[in-house]
């Protein structure tokens, strides 16, 4: 079992730096790959930015792309993600997944950090 918990959300003005991250626990050794997920009110979840433990190879949405960079800190078993130039539609509770190395599916989640970004 992994558990994860997500910390550093806030409220922060148009333009402004956030750095979130999420601590990893439990059995660690099965994660594959860590996933940055947001949701906002009345839309879908979507998928913000994405990694894999060994070789750090990462994916990002086009709406984040040279805003935001998802990085790991393996030795703490720490995803992180930096946020730069923060807009108004990046508003919304952002998850941090985990993908198991055996199922290939985003099995685990954290509880969510709100990100309120206002203009």
């Known amino acids: 079992q992994v558990q994860l918990v997500e910390s550093g959300g806030g409220l922060v003005q148009a333009g402004d730096s956030l750095r979130l991250s999420c601590a990893a626990s439990?059995?660690?050794?099965?994660?594959?790959?860590m996933g940055w997920f947001r949701q906002a009110p009345g839309k879908e979840r979507e998928s913000v930015a994405r990694i894999t433990w060994r070789g750090g190879f990462t994916t990002y949405a086009d709406s984040v792309k040279g805003r935001f960079t998802i990085s790991t800190d393996n030795a703490k078993n720490t995803v992180y993600l930096q946020m730069t130039n923060l807009k108004p539609e990046d508003t919304a509770v952002y998850y941090c997944?985990?993908?198991?190395?055996?199922?290939?599916?985003?099995?685990?989640w954290g509880q969510g950090t709100q990100v309120t970004v206002s203009s």
């Open positions: 997944a985990a993908k198991d190395r055996a199922t290939v599916n985003y099995d685990y």
């Open positions: 439990g059995r660690t050794f099965g994660i594959y790959g």
